[in-house]
């Protein structure tokens, strides 16, 4: 048997991990300086000397390098004291091999990993705290990327092209009811615009219902001659009209609907109480804008207009007492209300005066003219009186005073004529005039004391009464001045 030993894996003791004291020793390797240095030679227990005394870690504080490996069999005697090296492979031998020296594994004080070290656990635990610390940052800044992108599109929208400026909050819509809304709001449901169809053509205008049985009111230049009548009411109904009746002289007109629902009539007020300065309303459809709404004052009242008078004969010629307003009045506001500050009815509107016109809004070339803050509406105690009589019997009358008028007449007041129409006396026989004393020639310069300039101004100082009133005539004869009673009289208008 060979005196050499033999290396038996098997009963080689598990080696233990190495004790984190280890050091590398303090003194030199000698001769293998410079070189690997042999490891330390595995002898028996009863002849192993005294290890060398442990190095002093704080003259040799250097850690042992990563190369250092342990003997291939562990130093006998020292079992659980100092673990033996790790073993480096040894070569396939035969029962009769000799150990080899310079086949031993070295004792390498430069090694690769060192054997004082920390524990920092596992490395594939660190890979994913890493790859989660990575994911985790990449998430965090595409989040804030995405905030912050988000945060400059809306500035850039605020800053640029959808601009929000500051706003008032909504506010109840109610009005105070003597305010222009207020007015408005109260009178629209009941002002309609009317659409009529005649042999001259077609022509808008408005009117403003009088009962739940259907009558409205509307001016008679409206609807004269009318083939059809088609009535719109505020909501946006239409209906077909009939025509009631219509005065010529007085310019009004009344028209009935059948079979409409919830009527809202207006309220008629008292045109003797208007007064200069007054605030009021105007609705109409001016150039067919329906529910159009304009607000003014009142500028003078008992102003003398006549208009019409397309025929020639005077026969088409209004005359009225109107209460002048600037209040825009247009084309198509003819027949509307003119409203006071209770949203009652004071005067329907009926002629504007345009630059260059005759009065009731057209010029000589029949051209419509706008509003230049010169409108005029009959007065509604007039309007009243003749849509009673017209829905009673369809016509009107007018008060007379039996003379016939020299419309020709230049001087101041109204001069009665020499002879009447067709030869006739110019002063009817037992007619009121005749009855008060008036005679051909007299020059009626008042009446109830209120100038007069014309023979026009006259006859609408005298229809603006009724039939059967007392008036006092300031009459002109040969230079001297006569004051005259006389009771109106009673005839068929047209």
Not at 48 to 67: G, I, L
Not at 444 to 473: F, M, S, Y
């Amino acid at each position: 048997m060979s005196d050499s030993q033999q290396t038996d894996p098997a009963a080689d003791p598990v080696p233990a991990p190495l004790p984190r004291w280890w050091s590398r020793p303090a003194e030199s390797v000698g001769a293998h300086e410079g070189s690997v240095p042999p490891p330390r030679a595995a002898e028996h227990a009863d002849s192993d000397p005294d290890p060398a005394p442990a190095p002093d870690p704080v003259t040799e504080p250097a850690p042992v390098p990563q190369w250092w490996s342990r003997p291939a069999r562990p130093v006998a005697g020292h079992e659980g004291s100092v673990p033996p090296p790790r073993t480096a492979p040894e070569p396939v031998a035969g029962p009769d091999a000799q150990a080899d020296p310079d086949t031993e594994p070295r004792y390498d004080p430069w090694g690769v990993r060192p054997l004082q070290s920390v524990d920092h656990g596992k490395a594939g635990s660190r890979r994913v705290r890493l790859s989660q610390g990575i994911a985790l940052a990449l998430g965090t800044a595409l989040l804030a990327g995405g905030i912050g992108g988000y945060a400059g599109v809306l500035a850039e929208r605020q800053a640029g092209t959808r601009l929000e400026l500051p706003q008032a909050a909504p506010a109840d819509g109610g009005r105070a009811p003597d305010s222009v809304a207020g007015i408005a709001a109260t009178a629209l449901p009941g002002v309609v615009t009317l659409h009529v169809n005649a042999a001259e053509g077609s022509s808008t205008g408005t009117g403003f219902v009088l009962d739940g049985q259907g009558h409205i009111l509307t001016n008679n230049h409206v609807v004269h001659g009318a083939r059809t009548i088609t009535v719109t009411f505020s909501t946006g109904e239409s209906v077909a009209a009939e025509l009631v009746g219509g005065d010529t002289g007085y310019d009004l007109a009344v028209v009935k609907v059948d079979g409409v629902r919830g009527l809202r009539p207006l309220a008629l007020g008292n045109s003797e109480n208007v007064k200069v300065g007054d605030p009021v309303v105007a609705i109409g459809a001016p150039f067919d804008l329906s529910n159009t709404v304009t607000a003014g004052i009142i500028s003078a009242t008992g102003r003398p207009i006549t208009a019409g008078g397309d025929k020639g004969d005077g026969s088409d010629v209004s005359y009225v007492d109107a209460l002048q307003t600037d209040a825009p009045i247009n084309p198509g506001n003819s027949g509307g209300p003119l409203l006071d500050a209770r949203a009652q009815v004071i005067g329907i509107n009926s002629a504007i005066r345009g630059g260059g016109d005759g009065g009731d809004g057209g010029d000589k070339s029949g051209q419509q003219r706008g509003s230049i803050g010169l409108g005029f509406a009959i007065p509604v105690n007039q309007g009243k009186r003749v849509a009673e009589e017209l829905m009673r019997t369809g016509r009107a009358t007018h008060p007379v005073i039996g003379v016939t008028l020299d419309m020709d007449y230049s001087g101041d007041g109204a001069r009665v004529g020499e002879k009447g129409e067709g030869g006739k006396p110019a002063v009817t026989a037992g007619g009121p005039g005749a009855r008060a004393g008036i005679r051909p020639g007299d020059v009626i310069t008042k009446v109830d004391g209120v100038r007069v300039h014309g023979g026009d101004e006259l006859v609408i100082k005298i229809r603006a009464h009724r039939p059967g009133d007392r008036l006092t005539l300031t009459v002109l004869r040969e230079g001297r001045e006569r004051t005259l009673e006389v009771v109106l009289g009673s005839a068929n208008g047209s």
